[in-house]
């Protein structure tokens, strides 16, 4: 079945860049997510990415798109200490429409 | 500009004891969803509601039932409570009707933190 893998903590400094990664099982996915999740707090849409793309670029947000080896991340720069949080790759469960699987989330957390 | 809201925020239960958490949306969604939320595990699936009267299992549905009422509401039923329910729960909603145009952006409420002792 479907299996969206990500690490579990990324930790960086205020400013510097951040890379957060993902893999992902389904070849077929039309999109890919991204979801933020800030403490105590449901999930958010932060960005997606249509499967014909390779990247996409949103302000300081960057999402890169290997279909070849189903990786994805997301590039956060010059980040800052509000961008911390946990962020969730999700891909559509195989023929079935809406429903979302999600990885284990990647908890980011920025040093000033 | 509600979106979706899940009550209760909080609830303790003890083992055996029943409950309902209860999701209103207000942005005339068609699809309803509850995942739960566990450390290291990410996000799971327990149902899904692609519209009013239709409902499926996700990933992990054992233990728990749903009811979609109306397009707005969509309920997760805990009969018999036990440990391995405590978590945090989501519900969720989105547009989406057809599968296959256009991202299916997911609207979430703020999580029910459940404690079953």
């Known amino acids: 079945g479907e299996d969206v893998e990500q690490s579990l903590f990324l930790s960086v400094r205020e400013g510097d860049s951040s890379v957060i990664n993902c893999t992902y099982t389904?070849?077929?996915?039309?999109?890919l997510y991204w979801y933020k999740q800030e403490p105590g707090a449901g999930l958010q849409l932060l960005t997606y990415i249509f499967s014909n793309m390779d990247m996409k670029q949103d302000q300081r947000l960057t999402v890169l798109l290997n279909k070849k080896d189903k990786h994805l991340s997301l590039r956060i720069a010059d980040t800052q200490t509000g961008d911390s949080a946990i962020y969730f790759c999700?891909?559509?469960?195989?023929?079935?429409?809406?429903?979302?699987?999600f990885g284990q989330g990647t908890e980011l957390s920025v040093k000033p | 500009n509600a979106g979706v809201t899940q009550t209760p925020k909080f609830q303790v239960l003890k083992t055996g004891q029943s409950m309902t958490l209860q999701c209103a949306q207000d942005m005339n969604h068609n699809s309803m969803y509850w995942y739960r939320q566990d450390p290291g595990m990410g996000l799971r699936l327990i149902y899904y509601?692609?519209?009013?009267?239709?409902?499926d299992k996700g990933e992990v549905p054992n233990g728990y039932n749903v009811s979609r009422l109306n397009k707005r509401e969509f309920s997760l039923r805990l009969e018999s409570a036990a440990p391995s329910q405590t978590s945090v729960y989501f519900c969720?909603?989105?547009?989406?009707?057809?599968?296959?145009?256009?991202?299916?952006?997911?609207?979430f409420g703020a999580g029910s933190r459940l404690t079953v002792l």
């Open positions: 999700a891909e559509p469960l195989y023929n079935q429409g809406g429903k979302l699987i």
């Open positions: 509601s692609a519209s009013e009267g239709t409902t």
């Open positions: 969720a909603s989105s547009r989406d009707r057809a599968l296959s145009s256009g991202a299916n952006v997911l609207t």
């Open positions: 389904d070849s077929s996915s039309t999109y």
